[in-house]
C-alpha cells in the first residue's frame, strides 16, 4: 500500500512537514485547493530529499498545464473526472514525449536536473485518472485498458454525488461501483486508489485492493483539529 494526503493549502511548509511524516505520496491540488499554479513548484520543493513523491491534481486535462507540473518535477499527475478511452489516450500523450506522445521536451527543465540529469534517466511519470461519475464506472475497464495509465482513483465524493444526481443511469449503489472499478484496474493489471476521509476505513480499502490511499487532507486536518480545541 502507498499511503497519501490531499494539500489543499498550498502551503510549502506544510508539505514538506507532510513529507517528513513518512507518507509515501502527496496530492497537490489544483482542481479545489486553495493554491494555484505558482504554488506548485515551491512545495515539489520542500518535499526534495524525502521518500514521499508529489503528484499534481490538474483542474482539468490541459496538455500545457500537464507539460508544466512533470518540468517543475513532479513524481505524476492526477487528473479529474475521466470519462472515456480516448480522454485517457489524449491524457498520456500530455505526458510523453515524441514519438510517443506531445509533450514539449527541454533539456533545462527542473525534471532534467536543469540540464544535469539526462533525458533517458527521467522515469516516465505516474499518471492517475479519476473515475469520478456513472461514466467513467461504466467505461472503466476501456480507460484501465489505456497503455499508459496507471492508477484509476476514485473520487468518492463526485462519485457519490453523481449517483444520487442520476440514480436512474447508475448502474448500481456506491460500493458496487467502488468494486466495478477496482475489478476492472485489477483486470488490466492496473492499480487503484481512493480517498478516504477517516483514517479507520483504510484498511477496508487495502483488503479491497487499493493500493494508493489518501488520507484526509490538511485543511480537514487543521479545520478538525480546532474545533476539537474550541468544542464546536
Given at each position: 500500500m502507498?499511503?497519501?494526503t490531499?494539500?489543499?493549502?498550498?502551503?510549502?511548509v506544510?508539505?514538506?512537514?507532510?513529507a517528513?511524516?513518512?507518507f509515501?505520496?502527496?496530492?497537490?491540488?489544483l482542481?479545489?485547493?486553495?493554491g494555484?499554479?505558482?504554488?506548485?513548484?515551491p512545495?515539489?520543493?520542500?518535499?526534495?530529499?524525502?521518500?514521499a513523491?508529489?503528484?499534481?491534481r490538474?483542474?482539468a486535462p490541459?496538455?500545457?498545464?500537464?507539460?508544466?507540473t512533470?518540468?517543475w518535477?513532479?513524481?505524476?499527475i492526477m487528473?479529474?473526472?475521466?470519462?472515456?478511452?480516448?480522454?485517457?489516450?489524449?491524457?498520456v500523450?500530455?505526458?510523453?514525449?515524441s514519438?510517443?506522445?506531445?509533450r514539449?521536451y527541454?533539456?533545462?527543465?527542473?525534471?532534467?536536473?536543469?540540464g544535469?540529469?539526462p533525458?533517458?534517466e527521467?522515469p516516465a511519470?505516474?499518471?492517475?485518472a479519476?473515475?469520478?461519475?456513472?461514466?467513467g464506472?461504466?467505461?472503466a475497464?476501456?480507460i484501465?485498458?489505456?497503455?499508459?495509465i496507471?492508477?484509476?482513483?476514485?473520487?468518492?465524493?463526485?462519485m457519490?454525488y453523481?449517483?444520487?444526481?442520476r440514480p436512474?443511469?447508475a448502474?448500481?449503489g456506491?460500493?458496487?461501483?467502488?468494486?466495478?472499478?477496482?475489478?476492472?484496474?485489477?483486470?488490466?493489471?492496473?492499480?487503484?486508489g481512493?480517498?478516504?476521509r477517516?483514517?479507520?476505513?483504510?484498511?477496508?480499502?487495502?483488503?479491497?485492493g487499493f493500493?494508493y490511499?489518501?488520507v484526509?487532507?490538511?485543511?480537514a486536518?487543521?479545520?478538525?483539529s480546532y474545533l476539537?480545541?474550541?468544542?464546536?
Amino acid at each position: 500500500m502507498k499511503l497519501g494526503t490531499w494539500l489543499s493549502i498550498g502551503s510549502p511548509v506544510i508539505a514538506e512537514l507532510a513529507a517528513q511524516s513518512g507518507f509515501d505520496w502527496l496530492l497537490l491540488d489544483l482542481e479545489h485547493g486553495c493554491g494555484n499554479e505558482a504554488d506548485i513548484l515551491p512545495q515539489l520543493q520542500a518535499i526534495r530529499g524525502n521518500d514521499a513523491k508529489g503528484v499534481v491534481r490538474v483542474g482539468a486535462p490541459h496538455s500545457d498545464l500537464i507539460a508544466r507540473t512533470l518540468d517543475w518535477g513532479a513524481h505524476g499527475i492526477m487528473v479529474p473526472h475521466v470519462n472515456s478511452a480516448d480522454e485517457a489516450e489524449s491524457i498520456v500523450k500530455a505526458t510523453r514525449y515524441s514519438p510517443h506522445g506531445s509533450r514539449g521536451y527541454s533539456r533545462t527543465v527542473r525534471a532534467n536536473g536543469y540540464g544535469l540529469r539526462p533525458i533517458d534517466e527521467v522515469p516516465a511519470p505516474l499518471v492517475m485518472a479519476q473515475i469520478e461519475t456513472i461514466e467513467g464506472v461504466n467505461r472503466a475497464a476501456e480507460i484501465a485498458a489505456v497503455d499508459g495509465i496507471d492508477v484509476l482513483f476514485i473520487g468518492p465524493s463526485d462519485m457519490r454525488y453523481d449517483l444520487q444526481q442520476r440514480p436512474e443511469l447508475a448502474p448500481g449503489g456506491f460500493d458496487f461501483c467502488v468494486a466495478q472499478v477496482a475489478g476492472a484496474a485489477s483486470a488490466a493489471g492496473k492499480e487503484t486508489g481512493i480517498l478516504a476521509r477517516d483514517p479507520g476505513d483504510v484498511k477496508k480499502f487495502q483488503d479491497l485492493g487499493f493500493k494508493y490511499i489518501a488520507v484526509d487532507s490538511d485543511l480537514a486536518i487543521l479545520r478538525k483539529s480546532y474545533l476539537a480545541t474550541t468544542g464546536k
